[in-house]
């Protein structure tokens, strides 16, 4: 976002005093909230003087921001502010200031890229309020993708603006498994993946803090407490297996997930997470969790060469340029009869020659691929390249 904004927002009797041009002294005047002016052209200055090329106005201005009480502060979000001043407030006293988000979030006048840092920040009140805004959700995706991936947001919340953008033609990109949520929920498609124009009814389950169980056989969500958001999202340090009372809390509450659910923490969470739900049979689950952002090329190199996945995770990693530029990945996917066979036939092209040799002997892969094997094992002893 813009970091400044024109002078001709600010009243004629006041541009002196943050006028890049001005004496110094005038603009230090301001920058030390000495100059008499109403509250919101005093945030406007000061915010205005903050990016002054003179360090010393600059500093001193920054300090009268931060130093005007919270009750103006309350006051003044609600009022036709540059986008830029509402951005700066949210950021800076937001977290601070309680209600105060919510006004920026209300304010007409705040921006669109205002609304995606919070929906990446904020709490639960806030993040309804902006996943009611549907117009900033079609005009500004990234809003949708930070509803997504914040741990706060309701499971409910995220499938009732997927499915929202969906049937409005927006696809949001920012969320690899966009697709799949969509698909979970039932929402018409082409072939070429653009939604279809007709609506569909779909009838979106309802949060519950019953037991998990209970939800599940519902159909419901399961309310997430604390403890289980940090036992499905931070890494354990801990090797796989040492806590076993922990894995046995987090086999439980993915046991009882939905569908949707499982999808949006197949992509989100951690590496016990994510290990789990690659192996679900369900195809729009395991092809969430192998597009999770946190998946490391260790896990690549395990998941590449497991012939029990679903043909379409081991699809997705044949495909990924940066995880096939490791050897082991591209030998693994050789030799695993789930990789599609151009695929196959490609990375046997990079192989070393004793590894030739063995897939050309080989029982245990594609005939295609272990003739092309044995075909180049023959090119390099006659031709010797």
Not at 312 to 337: F, G, H
């Given at each position: 976002?813009?970091?400044?904004?024109?002078?001709?927002?600010?009243?004629?009797?006041?541009?002196?005093?943050?006028?890049?041009?001005?004496?110094?002294?005038?603009?230090?005047?301001?920058?030390?909230?000495?100059?008499?002016?109403?509250?919101?052209?005093?945030?406007?200055?000061?915010?205005?003087?903050?990016?002054?090329?003179?360090?010393?106005?600059?500093?001193?201005?920054?300090?009268?921001?931060?130093?005007?009480?919270?009750?103006?502060?309350?006051?003044?979000?609600?009022?036709?502010?540059?986008?830029?001043?509402?951005?700066?407030?949210?950021?800076?006293?937001?977290?601070?200031?309680?209600?105060?988000?919510?006004?920026?979030?209300?304010?007409?006048?705040?921006?669109?890229?205002?609304?995606?840092?919070?929906?990446?920040?904020?709490?639960?009140?806030?993040?309804?309020?902006?996943?009611?805004?549907?117009?900033?959700?079609?005009?500004?995706?990234?809003?949708?993708?930070?509803?997504?991936?914040?741990?706060?947001?309701?499971?409910?919340?995220?499938?009732?603006?997927?499915?929202?953008?969906?049937?409005?033609?927006?696809?949001?990109?920012?969320?690899?498994?966009?697709?799949?949520?969509?698909?979970?929920?039932?929402?018409?498609?082409?072939?070429?993946?653009?939604?279809?124009?007709?609506?569909?009814?779909?009838?979106?389950?309802?949060?519950?803090?019953?037991?998990?169980?209970?939800?599940?056989?519902?159909?419901?969500?399961?309310?997430?407490?604390?403890?289980?958001?940090?036992?499905?999202?931070?890494?354990?340090?801990?090797?796989?297996?040492?806590?076993?009372?922990?894995?046995?809390?987090?086999?439980?509450?993915?046991?009882?997930?939905?569908?949707?659910?499982?999808?949006?923490?197949?992509?989100?969470?951690?590496?016990?997470?994510?290990?789990?739900?690659?192996?679900?049979?369900?195809?729009?689950?395991?092809?969430?969790?192998?597009?999770?952002?946190?998946?490391?090329?260790?896990?690549?190199?395990?998941?590449?060469?497991?012939?029990?996945?679903i043909d379409d995770v081991i699809r997705y990693i044949s495909k990924n340029r940066e995880w096939t530029k490791n050897y082991q990945v591209r030998w693994n996917l050789a030799t695993n009869p789930k990789t599609p066979l151009p695929f196959a036939l490609q990375f046997l092209q990079t192989l070393r020659d004793d590894h030739l040799k063995i897939l050309a002997k080989s029982k245990n892969i594609s005939n295609v691929v272990q003739t092309a094997a044995?075909?180049?094992?023959?090119?390099?002893?006659?031709?010797?390249?």
């Amino acid at each position: 976002m813009q970091v400044t904004f024109t002078l001709t927002e600010i009243p004629d009797a006041l541009r002196k005093h943050c006028d890049p041009k001005s004496p110094v002294p005038f603009k230090m005047m301001a920058a030390k909230g000495l100059a008499p002016m109403p509250p919101g052209e005093l945030v406007k200055v000061a915010y205005l003087l903050m990016y002054d090329a003179d360090a010393g106005v600059a500093a001193a201005a920054k300090a009268t921001l931060a130093g005007i009480p919270d009750k103006i502060v309350m006051g003044v979000a609600s009022t036709a502010l540059p986008p830029q001043v509402l951005d700066h407030i949210a950021r800076a006293r937001g977290p601070k200031v309680p209600g105060l988000v919510e006004k920026v979030l209300l304010n007409p006048a705040t921006h669109d890229e205002t609304f995606a840092y919070l929906a990446t920040t904020c709490k639960e009140r806030e993040l309804e309020i902006i996943a009611e805004n549907q117009a900033r959700l079609l005009r500004h995706p990234k809003i949708i993708e930070g509803l997504y991936f914040n741990k706060g947001t309701r499971m409910s919340t995220v499938d009732r603006v997927i499915d929202f953008a969906v049937r409005n033609g927006v696809i949001v990109d920012g969320i690899p498994a966009f697709q799949e949520a969509a698909e979970a929920l039932g929402v018409l498609k082409t072939e070429k993946g653009v939604p279809a124009t007709a609506p569909i009814e779909v009838a979106l389950p309802v949060e519950t803090e019953a037991p998990a169980e209970v939800a599940a056989a519902s159909g419901g969500y399961i309310r997430l407490s604390a403890d289980d958001t940090r036992s499905l999202f931070d890494e354990d340090e801990k090797e796989e297996g040492e806590n076993t009372e922990k894995v046995a809390s987090v086999t439980k509450l993915l046991l009882s997930m939905n569908i949707s659910q499982k999808i949006r923490y197949a992509q989100l969470g951690n590496k016990e997470v994510r290990g789990k739900l690659i192996r679900e049979s369900n195809r729009l689950i395991a092809s969430a969790a192998v597009k999770n952002p946190r998946m490391t090329e260790n896990e690549i190199v395990v998941l590449s060469a497991n012939k029990s996945l679903i043909d379409d995770v081991i699809r997705y990693i044949s495909k990924n340029r940066e995880w096939t530029k490791n050897y082991q990945v591209r030998w693994n996917l050789a030799t695993n009869p789930k990789t599609p066979l151009p695929f196959a036939l490609q990375f046997l092209q990079t192989l070393r020659d004793d590894h030739l040799k063995i897939l050309a002997k080989s029982k245990n892969i594609s005939n295609v691929v272990q003739t092309a094997a044995r075909k180049r094992v023959l090119q390099k002893e006659k031709y010797g390249s």
